[in-house]
């Protein structure tokens, strides 16, 4: 909430349908058993308010281009009934559910499984383990996370909520990536782990740097997999969110200044072709680098270089080489260097 008035007003609009059709709406963070009840009553419950302004958006670009069309949910409801936008919205989860089997039924039936470690729990201990274990039978898939090591002392722990989105990321990825995501894509997945390890942690487990093991979850999973779809998948990347702060008081003003961000790496290569430089690895969600007219803006130091340089020790068919801020006591580098500034 709270972009702008417009926003407010087309999601409280949108929840307040949504309501008067029947829907939960319910917060994750305060409702430990989401997941179950996600499972019992797909599609009466709403996990995420953001889903009701994703719809308003959507209709508000179509109706750009086709004047008339309904620009809000409720809109949408008024025009064709709530029992014909309810027909709509469980075609449209059923309609994903049956594309997201069908793709899974082209890949082999089977069980794999890849373990690997984080280095550090970030208080001193570690190597921590991470374990899965896939299945794949007919139109479903399992993956489960038994032996993996139990919350850590460090802030490295993920909740189930975190370990969720990961697991769910790599099976879009291996299924039907093109498709819109809504529940009926989730209908043949089952993600099994143990409650209390590090990346289904409980409280009172630290979990502020919880993306370390969000990433390290679908690394292992994506790694589990690799043997059933020889071609399809790309070596890892970077795994890391590599979030770097500067922080420190501003000799003009005397205000506590800090300044965040993550960092960008590399992406694993393939048979046919080769990785790419420069990305942000996959649980970085919508941050971005911070361009360096803005950082010199809010922060008392001076970027002096930024770009991303050509390694040129091979012909590759796509621009390789390392990204690097230089005057920021920091340095981006290509994948296999180690840099230490």
């Keep these: 909430m709270g972009k702008d008035a417009e926003t407010d007003r087309v999601m409280e609009e949108s929840i307040a349908t949504l309501k008067k059709l029947g829907a939960t709406i319910i917060d994750p963070v305060v409702y430990p058993d989401f997941l179950l009840q996600g499972r019992t009553s797909m599609f009466l419950t709403v ?8 719809i308003s958006g959507y209709l508000a670009n179509v109706a ?26 469980r075609e449209t989860i059923d309609y994903a559910e049956r594309l997201t089997r ?16 984080l280095d550090s729990d970030g208080a001193g201990s570690g190597p921590v383990r991470i374990r899965a274990t896939v299945r794949i039978r007919g139109d479903e898939l399992s993956v489960d996370f038994t032996g993996t090591d139990t919350q850590a002392v460090g802030p490295i722990n993920c909740t189930l909520t975190g370990l969720v989105t990961g697991v769910r990321c790599v099976f879009k990825a291996i299924t039907n990536p093109e498709l819109p995501a809504n529940g009926g894509c989730f209908r043949p997945l089952q993600i099994v782990c143990p409650p209390g390890t590090f990346i289904s942690a409980q409280s009172p487990a630290p979990v502020s740097l919880y993306y370390e093991s969000l990433l ?34 501003h000799p003009d003003t005397g205000d506590l200044f800090v300044m965040g961000e993550p960092l960008v790496g590399g992406w694993g290569a393939a048979p046919y072709r080769d990785g790419d430089n420069g990305q942000f690895c996959c649980a970085n969600g919508e941050t971005y680098n911070i361009p360096v007219e803005l950082f010199e803006e809010l922060v008392p130091r001076e970027a002096g270089l930024e770009k991303l340089r050509d390694r040129g020790d091979q012909p590759l068919p796509v621009p390789q080489g390392e990204d690097v801020r230089e005057g920021r006591q920091r340095r981006r580098v290509h994948p296999g260097d180690v840099a230490a500034d």
Aim: aromatic share 10%; proline share 7%.
């Design 216 to 249: 390290a979850a679908m690394d292992v999973m994506w790694k589990a997999l690799a043997p059933a779809m020889p071609g399809r998948l790309p070596a890892g990347h970077q795994r890391s969110v590599n979030a770097t702060f500067v922080a420190g008081l």
């Design 102 to 117: 069908a793709a899974l039924e082209k890949l082999p039936d089977g069980e794999w499984s890849f373990e690997d470690v």
């Design 64 to 89: 750009k281009h086709k004047p008339g069309y309904p620009k809000s949910f409720a809109e949408l409801v008024a025009k064709y009934g709530s029992e014909q936008t309810t027909l709509f919205m």
């Design 47 to 54: 996990l995420n308010a953001d889903f009701k302004a994703q």
